[in-house]
């Protein structure tokens, strides 16, 4: 059976059907002037169907077939005249392989100040390889794109999208409300920079479940003022797993609350499940973090919370984090580390983590009992520990 993102292509269009989408009207960007020969700007042709969709009264689907559709930039804006615009791709959407093309833009795809947006299917190629070449040499490069970006937002779904060869993050939620993310797959190469699988930040209610991710850094990251964060069935790798963070960077800074990771698979990353904050002060914080059924595959760092973050020693030595990380639970993990410290607690001296539990966790080094340590971390642990709880 054919695959749309990690979906089935019938069990898409089931979806797609059943959720009463397919009802109004339906703009095709090939009747608008799109050609699918992966070179030809199909920039107008989508603007056109997105002006159609949002000035339209009755809820309106774009529709992508197949094929690749050059789209030198896209940025989609509301507010619409509806709410239930669909967008269902079919093709693959490929960004300009020249760095200099989006050299100036925050994202190459961007919906904004949209209510009731749903994407199904497809592969948005941003083309990312020239762009990670010209870091890697050391030359002055631009920043890069982000591929998708979803920002202030209400009602959001994205269902069965892949999203490979990102310049920057790969997927960004950003001040946004209610939004879903489901059967998503990211792709870039394990040493490409600055390419976060999805980042969530300024967000409420985001559910993300059943996606793979291998990338150049976070499978996932979260952001400042992310509250009812929900991850399941998650596969990580290659990557730098599942962070909280960076927070603090700013004196006044939202905080995290209520963010929740289950039934994850960690391959090969550089961490698993991470906080961190800068080594400065600030008034964020994280609160209420769950982290249950965990397994870990030859995973560097699998558990972590570093509140002395520094890159470069810039702005932050000799200084301790003002981030509170409370209430943070580590509920069924298992699995291998690739380093002899599995557990490390490194927390700030004037706002110690407090309320971290421990349960029911297994994990090995070189089939060997690894080592917990532990600074400025309170807590409790219970049920079969390994390694032993280093817990004040």
């Not at 083309?127 to 070449?133: E, F, P, R």
């Not at 394990?190 to 990338?215: A, K, R």
């Not at 209520?258 to 002060?281: D, L, Y």
């Amino acid at each position: 059976m054919p695959l749309v993102g990690n979906l089935p292509l019938l069990s898409l269009l089931f979806l797609f059907l059943n959720h009463g989408l397919a009802a109004g009207s339906t703009f095709n960007i090939v009747s608008l002037g799109a050609i699918a020969d992966g070179k030809t700007d199909a920039s107008h042709a989508f603007q056109e169907a997105w002006a159609n969709a949002c000035g339209s009264s009755e809820p309106a689907t774009i529709y992508v077939p197949n094929g690749a559709f050059y789209i030198q930039s896209g940025n989609f804006s509301g507010p619409c005249k509806n709410n239930a615009i669909t967008i269902v791709i079919n093709g693959t959407l490929i960004a300009s392989s020249n760095i200099q093309v989006l050299a100036q833009s925050q994202a190459w795809i961007a919906f904004r100040q949209i209510n009731g947006l749903s994407i199904y299917g497809g592969v948005i190629d941003g083309q990312g390889i020239g762009l990670w070449n010209c870091k890697h040499s050391g030359k002055s490069c631009p920043d890069g794109a982000t591929n998708l970006e979803i920002s202030h937002a209400q009602n959001v779904n994205v269902n069965g999208l892949s999203s490979i060869n990102s310049q920057m993050f790969n997927i960004v939620v950003y001040g946004c409300e209610n939004v879903q993310i489901q059967g998503v797959n990211v792709s870039s190469a394990g040493d490409s920079p600055n390419t976060d699988g999805i980042h969530v930040q300024q967000s409420l209610n985001v559910n993300i479940s059943s996606t793979s991710i291998g990338t150049g850094d976070d499978c996932i990251s979260i952001g400042p003022g992310t509250t009812n964060l929900w991850m399941e069935n998650i596969k990580c790798g290659p990557g730098h797993g599942i962070s909280i963070g960076s927070l603090g960077r700013q004196v006044e800074e939202a905080g995290v609350e209520n963010v929740t990771v289950t039934t994850a698979t960690f391959t090969g990353t550089q961490n698993g499940v991470r906080i961190k904050s800068w080594g400065r002060p600030s008034n964020a914080f994280a609160n209420k973090i769950l982290f249950q059924h965990i397994r870990f595959y030859n995973v560097n760092n699998p558990i972590l919370i570093d509140q002395n973050y520094c890159p470069n020693n810039q702005g932050c030595p000799g200084q301790a984090s003002g981030v509170k990380v409370s209430d943070v639970t580590y509920q069924d993990v298992n699995g291998t580390s690739a380093s002899e410290v599995a557990i490390n607690f490194d927390c700030s001296p004037t706002n110690p983590c407090t309320g971290i539990t421990l349960e029911d966790i297994q994990l090995t080094y070189n089939n060997q009992i690894p080592k917990a340590s532990c600074k400025n971390a309170r807590g409790t642990a219970s049920g079969p520990l390994q390694p032993r709880s280093c817990l004040a």
